[in-house]
C-alpha cells in the first residue's frame, strides 16, 4: 500500500509561494490584455517575493526535514533563502525597469523580420520575463534546500532552465543575445548531465538519493569506494559550472554580456548565492567526512578561479565582461570559504554571498544608466571622462568597483577579511596567498576603470548617464548603501549568520 | 578623553565644509583650508604640551569596540614618535597650502576640491600614526592612498595619470601583503589569546613558530618597504614625486614615506623581534644599497631634472633610517625617529623652493638655471640652507640624526656603519653639484627676471627653515620625547651586549 507523503506546508511556504505565483503569472500571461499585463505582472511578482520573505522570517526557528526528507530547512536555509529573496527584489526593479527597453518586443519574432518590426513599431516589451523570473527563483530557494539528489537536479533546473531563456531576451543586438541563450543552454545541459551522471553513481553506491542516507552510508564505510569517487566528480563538476568556477567557466562572459543587462545582474547575484548554498550543504554537512579527500580538489580550483579571472579581466574591453571575469575571480574568494571548512568559513561564506550580492546588483544597474541613442553602451573606452559628466553615478560605480576590489569601509573588504581569516584558520594558507596575490590583480583592472571614468577626457559620441527612474535609482541607492553599511557597521549582520548559521543535525 | 579623534577630525570636517562651498570662491576655499588646518596644528601643538616625557607606552589612549565578532577596535593613542611625526604632519599642512596657494588652478577638478584632498589627507595622517589597533591602522593605510592618488592624478604635470596609477598600484599591494599578515596574527592570536584581537599590545605577547613568524614579518616588512620606499621598492616614488604637484611631494615624501618607517618599528621590531633579528643583516645590506643607489642615481641627476634628484636623495636617506631601524641599538633608533622628523622639514624646504623655482623659471632641468643667488637671494640661500640639512652640515638638523644613526649602528655592524659613512661624501655631491650650477656663479640668459620670494612664499618657507636651524642646535627637545620609547622598543628586542 502506498502511503501518501506528508508535506509540511509551513516549512515549504518559501518556494510554494513563490512557485505558486510563478504559475498565476503564467495565467496572467494568456488571460490578462497586453496593456495591463505589466502592472499585473510586476504587482505579482513583487508580491511573491514580499509573501515569501515573509515566510522565511516564519521560519526562523525551524530546523528539520521536512517532505519526506527531501528539503532540509536550517539556520543555513533560512539565510541563504532571506538573501536569494533580496537579491530578487533588486533584481525584479531591475528588470521592472520599462524606460530601457530592455527586453525584446516578441522573442519568438526572429531577428531582422518582418514580424520583430510589427512588434517593435507595437511599443510593447513583452512580460513573459516576469513568470520565468519568478520561476527562477523558486528554484534558486529550492537549491539550497534541497536534501535529495532528485530534489536537488529539479530544483537546479528550476533554477536554470529559465535563466535559459531570460538570457536570449535582449531587445538590441538580439544575436548576441540569442546566441548568449544558447551557449548557455547547451553548456549547462552539458554540465546537468555530468550533475545527473554523478547522482547515478551515488545511488549506485549508496543505495540512497537523500543526503543524510548518504552520509550514515559513507560512515559506515570510510573507504575510498570508486563509485563513491566518480560520483562526487561529477556532481561537483556541474556544482562549480553553476558557480562558473574554472575550468568550468567559459559560459560567464558570453552570457552575462549577451544578456539582458538587468537578467545579468539578478543571474550574478541569485544563482550565485543559490550554488554556493547548495555546495555549502553538499560539502559542509553531507560529505563533510571526507574533507581531506575533497579539500586538495577545491584549493587548485579556487587557486585557478582566483587566477583565471583577475587575469583575463585585465585584457577585456567591455565593462559587462569585465564584470563577468570579476564574477568568476569572486567565486574563487568564496570557494576558499569552502576550502575552510569551520564555522567560521561557514560564516564567512554566507557574508561574503551577501555583500558581494548587492554590490554587483548595484554595478550592473549603474551599466544600465550609461547608454547612447543605440542602447546601453558597454565598451569601456566610452566610459571615459564619466566622472566629469556625471559625478554622482561616477562616484556610486567607484564605490561598487572599490567594494569589489575589498578597499577597507566598503562591505567587499569585510567578506574578504571573513572569508581568508576562515582559511587561514583552518590552516590552508596557500589559498589565503593566491587571494591576496588576485586580489592585487584584480585592484588593477578595477582601477583602471576608475582611472578611466576621472582621468581621461569625454569623448564627443553621444555616451550619456541617463536620469534613472525611480525604480533602477532605488535599486541602486540599496545597494550602496548596503555596501557601506555592510562595510562600517556589519556587527548585526555578522552576529545573526553567527546564530542562526547551522546545518540541520543528523 | 578623546583629544586625538578630535584633532583627526577637524581637517575632514574642514574638508566637508570646502566639498559645499560654491566652485568660484576659490580664495574663500584657500583660506578656509589654511585657517583650518593652521588652528590644527595649533591644537597638535598644544596637546603635545600635555605629552608625558617620562612615560613609556601609549598617551591620550582611546578605546571603542567596533566590530567585535573580529576583535576589532578603534583604538588610538600616541607614543613619543608617533606623536613628533603627527606634528610634524600637522605643522607642514599649513605649510603646504600657504605654499602652494595657486597650484590647483591648473588641476582637472576645482581648486577647492584640491584644497580638501589635503585636509583629508591631513586626517588620514592624524589616524594613520594614532591607530593602535592594526586593523585601523590598516584601513587609514589604504585609505591614505585615495586622496594623494587624486592629488597626483588630477593636479600633477606631465604623466601625472601613470604616475598616480603607479604610485597606487605598489602601494595597494604592499597593503594586500600586509592584509595577509594581518589575517595571520588574528587567526594565531585566536589561538594563543583566546579572543582574536589586533591590539598591538596585546598581539606582541604572541609567541610565534619561527616560520610563521618570517612569513608574517615579510607580509609587513615588504608593504612597509615599498611605503619607504627602500631598494629595490622604490621605483615607484621619482615618477610619483615628478608628477605630483610639489605640495603633494612635500606631503608624500615628508610624512606618507614615514609612514613605512614609522611601521617598520611599530609593527616589525614589536611583533616579530626574532624575525627581525633574523633578517637584520639582509636589511641592513638593503639600507646600505639604497643609502648608495639613490645617492649615485642623485649625483647622475644632479644636471637634469631637481624633483627627481630630491627625490633620490630622499632613497638615500631612508636607507640611513631603515639602517639605524635595524641596528637595534636604542642610539640607532633614536636618530632614525629623528632623521623622520628632520628629513621632514629639510625634503619639504628643499621641494616647496624647488617647486617656484620650476614655476619661474617654466623648466624643472638644473642645466637651465644659473646664478639664482645674484637674482633671487632669498630663495637661493634658502635652498642652500635646505640642501646642506639634507647633506649633514653640522649645526643643521639632519647631522645629529645621521651622527646618531651610524654610532648606533656601529655598535652590532662596525663594517656597515663605516660603509654608510662614505655615503655622506656622496650627499655633498649630489647637494653641492646642484647648488653650484643653479645657484652660483654668473647668471644665465633666462634667468635675469626671476622675481625673488614674494611675501606668501617667505612666510611659508621661514619656519621649515627656522626649524631646521633650531634643531640643529638642539635635537634634545626631540631626543627627550623620541628616547625612552626607542629604548624600551630596542630592549624589548633581548640583544646582548647592547649598553
Given at each position: 500500500m502506498i502511503t501518501a507523503p506528508k508535506i509540511e506546508y509551513g516549512a515549504l511556504a518559501p518556494v510554494l509561494i513563490v512557485l505558486a505565483c510563478a504559475v498565476l503569472a503564467v495565467l496572467v500571461e494568456a488571460f490578462v490584455s497586453r496593456r495591463q499585463r505589466y502592472v499585473v505582472q510586476t504587482s505579482l511578482s513583487f508580491a511573491a517575493i514580499a509573501l515569501g520573505f515573509l515566510a522565511v522570517l516564519l521560519n526562523k526557528d525551524v530546523s528539520g526535514r521536512f517532505a519526506e526528507g527531501a528539503v532540509a530547512v536550517d539556520g543555513v536555509t533560512v539565510i541563504l533563502q532571506g538573501t536569494i529573496l533580496i537579491f530578487a527584489l533588486l533584481g525584479l526593479l531591475l528588470i521592472a525597469e520599462r524606460g530601457f527597453q530592455s527586453f525584446t518586443a516578441q522573442a519568438s519574432a526572429l531577428p531582422g523580420s518582418a514580424d520583430e518590426q510589427r512588434a517593435l513599431a507595437s511599443g510593447l516589451q513583452q512580460t513573459e520575463v516576469f513568470p520565468l523570473t519568478l520561476f527562477a527563483v523558486g528554484g534558486a530557494l529550492l537549491f539550497p534546500a534541497a536534501n535529495d539528489l532528485i530534489t536537488l537536479f529539479v530544483a537546479l533546473e528550476v533554477l536554470s532552465l529559465p535563466l535559459y531563456l531570460m538570457a536570449g531576451l535582449s531587445q538590441r543586438r538580439r544575436l548576441l543575445s540569442q546566441e548568449a541563450g544558447l551557449k548557455y543552454f547547451l553548456l549547462g545541459a552539458f554540465s546537468s548531465?555530468?550533475?545527473?551522471?554523478?547522482?547515478?553513481?551515488?545511488?549506485?553506491?549508496?543505495?540512497?538519493?537523500?543526503?543524510?542516507?548518504?552520509?550514515?552510508?559513507?560512515?559506515?564505510?570510510?573507504?575510498?569506494?570508486?563509485?563513491?569517487?566518480?560520483?562526487?566528480?561529477?556532481?561537483?563538476?556541474?556544482?562549480?559550472?553553476?558557480?562558473?568556477?574554472?575550468?568550468?567557466?567559459?559560459?560567464?562572459?558570453?552570457?552575462?554580456?549577451?544578456?539582458?543587462?538587468?537578467?545579468?545582474?539578478?543571474?550574478?547575484?541569485?544563482?550565485?548565492?543559490?550554488?554556493?548554498?547548495?555546495?555549502?550543504?553538499?560539502?559542509?554537512?553531507?560529505?563533510?567526512?571526507?574533507?581531506?579527500?575533497?579539500?586538495?580538489?577545491?584549493?587548485?580550483?579556487?587557486?585557478?578561479?582566483?587566477?583565471?579571472?583577475?587575469?583575463?579581466?585585465?585584457?577585456?574591453?567591455?565593462?559587462?565582461?569585465?564584470?563577468?571575469?570579476?564574477?568568476?575571480?569572486?567565486?574563487?574568494?568564496?570557494?576558499?570559504?569552502?576550502?575552510?571548512?569551520?564555522?567560521?568559513?561557514?560564516?564567512?561564506?554566507l557574508l561574503y554571498l551577501a555583500t558581494y550580492g548587492f554590490t554587483t546588483l548595484g554595478t550592473f544597474a549603474v551599466v544600465t544608466l550609461v547608454r547612447d541613442a543605440g542602447g546601453e553602451v558597454t565598451d569601456l573606452n566610452r566610459w571615459s571622462g564619466l566622472g566629469k559628466r556625471s559625478p554622482l553615478i561616477a562616484g556610486i560605480f567607484t564605490l561598487f568597483l572599490l567594494a569589489l576590489a575589498g578597499i577597507p569601509l566598503t562591505s567587499g573588504f569585510i567578506g574578504k577579511f571573513a572569508i581568508f581569516s576562515a582559511a587561514y584558520e583552518s590552516g590552508n594558507i596557500s589559498v589565503v596567498i593566491a587571494g591576496v596575490l588576485a586580489s592585487a590583480v584584480a585592484a588593477f583592472f578595477y582601477i583602471r576603470i576608475v582611472v578611466l571614468m576621472y582621468f581621461n577626457d569625454p569623448q564627443e559620441d553621444g555616451t550619456s548617464v541617463v536620469i534613472p527612474s525611480p525604480v533602477t535609482a532605488l535599486t541602486i541607492g540599496i545597494c550602496a548603501v548596503a555596501t557601506l553599511v555592510l562595510g562600517i557597521f556589519p556587527q548585526p549582520v555578522i552576529n545573526m549568520i553567527n546564530s542562526l548559521a547551522t546545518f540541520v543535525a543528523g | 578623553m578623546s583629544s586625538l579623534t578630535i584633532l583627526g577630525l577637524l581637517p575632514l570636517i574642514g574638508s566637508l565644509a570646502l566639498f559645499l562651498l560654491p566652485k568660484e570662491r576659490e580664495l574663500l576655499a584657500k583660506q578656509v583650508a589654511l585657517g583650518i588646518s593652521t588652528v590644527v596644528a595649533i591644537a597638535g601643538l598644544l596637546l603635545a604640551t600635555s605629552f608625558d616625557r617620562g612615560q613609556v607606552g601609549f598617551q591620550f589612549v582611546e578605546k571603542y569596540s567596533w566590530i567585535p565578532a573580529f576583535g576589532i577596535n578603534y583604538g588610538l593613542g600616541v607614543d613619543g614618535m608617533a606623536l613628533?611625526?603627527?606634528?610634524?604632519?600637522?605643522?607642514?599642512?599649513?605649510?603646504?597650502?600657504?605654499?602652494?596657494?595657486?597650484?590647483?588652478?591648473?588641476?582637472?577638478?576645482?581648486?577647492?576640491?584640491?584644497?580638501?584632498?589635503?585636509?583629508?589627507?591631513?586626517?588620514?595622517?592624524?589616524?594613520?600614526?594614532?591607530?593602535?589597533?592594526?586593523?585601523?591602522?590598516?584601513?587609514?593605510?589604504?585609505?591614505?592612498?585615495?586622496?594623494?592618488?587624486?592629488?597626483?592624478?588630477?593636479?600633477?604635470?606631465?604623466?601625472?595619470?601613470?604616475?598616480?596609477?603607479?604610485?597606487?598600484?605598489?602601494?595597494?599591494?604592499?597593503?594586500?601583503?600586509?592584509?595577509?599578515?594581518?589575517?595571520?596574527?588574528?587567526?594565531?592570536?585566536?589561538?594563543?589569546?583566546?579572543?582574536?584581537?589586533?591590539?598591538?599590545?596585546?598581539?606582541?605577547?604572541?609567541?610565534?613558530?619561527n616560520q610563521t613568524e618570517i612569513l608574517l614579518f615579510l607580509g609587513f616588512f615588504i608593504a612597509f618597504a615599498i611605503k619607504a620606499p627602500l631598494w629595490p621598492f622604490h621605483t615607484w616614488l621619482p615618477d610619483a614625486a615628478k608628477a605630483a604637484t610639489p605640495g603633494t611631494s612635500v606631503l608624500l615624501l615628508g610624512v606618507l614615506d614615514k609612514v613605512g618607517t614609522y611601521g617598520m618599528i611599530r609593527f616589525c621590531l614589536t611583533l616579530f623581534p626574532d624575525a627581525s633579528k633574523q633578517l637584520g643583516p639582509t636589511i641592513i645590506v638593503l639600507s646600505l644599497i639604497s643609502i648608495f643607489y639613490g645617492a649615485f642615481l642623485a649625483i647622475w641627476q644632479s644636471n637634469g631634472d631637481i624633483k627627481r634628484l630630491i627625490s633620490y636623495t630622499s632613497i638615500s636617506h631612508f636607507g640611513f633610517i631603515t639602517l639605524g631601524i635595524f641596528a637595534f641599538t636604542a642610539q640607532g633608533q633614536s636618530g632614525s625617529i629623528l632623521y623622520m622628523v628632520n628629513h621632514g622639514f629639510s625634503t619639504a624646504a628643499l621641494f616647496l623652493i624647488a617647486g617656484w623655482m620650476i614655476a619661474r623659471r617654466n623648466s624643472s632641468k638644473v642645466q637651465d638655471f644659473g646664478g639664482l643667488q645674484r637674482v633671487t637671494p632669498l630663495m637661493a640661500w634658502s635652498f642652500f640652507i635646505a640642501g646642506l640639512s639634507s647633506l649633514a652640515l653640522p649645526g643643521l638638523s639632519s647631522f645629529v640624526s645621521e651622527f646618531l644613526v651610524l654610532v648606533g649602528t656601529f655598535v652590532h655592524y662596525p663594517v656597515a656603519a663605516v660603509i654608510g659613512t662614505l655615503g655622506i661624501i656622496l650627499a655633498a655631491l649630489y647637494i653641492l653639484i646642484p647648488v653650484q650650477r643653479a645657484l652660483h656663479g654668473p647668471t644665465t640668459p633666462g634667468n635675469e627676471n626671476l622675481k625673488d620670494l614674494n611675501v606668501r612664499e617667505k612666510i611659508a618657507i621661514a619656519p621649515v627653515i627656522a626649524l631646521i636651524i633650531f634643531f640643529g642646535f638642539f635635537p634634545q627637545i626631540l631626543l627627550n620625547v623620541i628616547n625612552p620609547g626607542a629604548q624600551a622598543s630596542v630592549s624589548a628586542l633581548n640583544i646582548g651586549g647592547d649598553k
Open positions: 548531465a555530468f550533475f545527473l551522471f554523478g547522482s547515478a553513481f551515488l545511488y549506485g553506491y549508496a543505495g540512497t538519493t537523500t543526503f543524510e542516507g548518504i552520509k550514515s552510508v559513507i560512515r559506515a564505510s570510510p573507504g575510498n569506494d570508486m563509485y563513491l569517487m566518480v560520483g562526487l566528480s561529477m556532481l561537483t563538476v556541474g556544482l562549480l559550472f553553476k558557480v562558473s568556477a574554472a575550468p568550468f567557466h567559459s559560459w560567464t562572459p558570453d552570457v552575462y554580456q549577451g544578456a539582458p543587462t538587468p537578467i545579468t545582474a539578478f543571474m550574478a547575484a541569485v544563482t550565485k548565492v543559490a550554488a554556493f548554498g547548495a555546495i555549502l550543504r553538499i560539502f559542509y554537512s553531507t560529505i563533510g567526512g571526507m574533507v581531506w579527500t575533497w579539500r586538495p580538489v577545491f584549493v587548485v580550483v579556487s587557486i585557478l578561479t582566483m587566477a583565471v579571472g583577475t587575469i583575463i579581466a585585465i585584457a577585456q574591453k567591455d565593462v559587462k565582461r569585465v564584470l563577468a571575469y570579476s564574477a568568476i575571480a569572486h567565486s574563487g574568494f568564496l570557494l576558499t570559504g569552502i576550502v575552510a571548512f569551520n564555522k567560521s568559513g561557514l560564516d564567512a561564506t | 613628533l611625526l603627527i606634528l610634524l604632519a600637522l605643522i607642514l599642512t599649513p605649510i603646504v597650502i600657504l605654499a602652494c596657494w595657486n597650484e590647483a588652478e591648473g588641476g582637472r577638478w576645482s581648486v577647492k576640491t584640491f584644497f580638501a584632498l589635503l585636509l583629508i589627507l591631513e586626517t588620514m595622517m592624524v589616524g594613520v600614526f594614532a591607530a593602535t589597533d592594526i586593523f585601523l591602522f590598516y584601513l587609514f593605510f589604504e585609505a591614505m592612498l585615495i586622496p594623494v592618488y587624486f592629488l597626483i592624478g588630477g593636479y600633477g604635470s606631465g604623466e601625472r595619470a601613470a604616475a598616480a596609477v603607479k604610485f597606487l598600484l605598489y602601494s595597494l599591494f604592499g597593503g594586500l601583503l600586509m592584509l595577509a599578515s594581518i589575517i595571520g596574527l588574528y587567526v594565531v592570536s585566536g589561538d594563543q589569546l583566546g579572543a582574536s584581537t589586533f591590539d598591538v599590545t596585546e598581539l606582541s605577547k604572541l609567541s610565534l613558530n
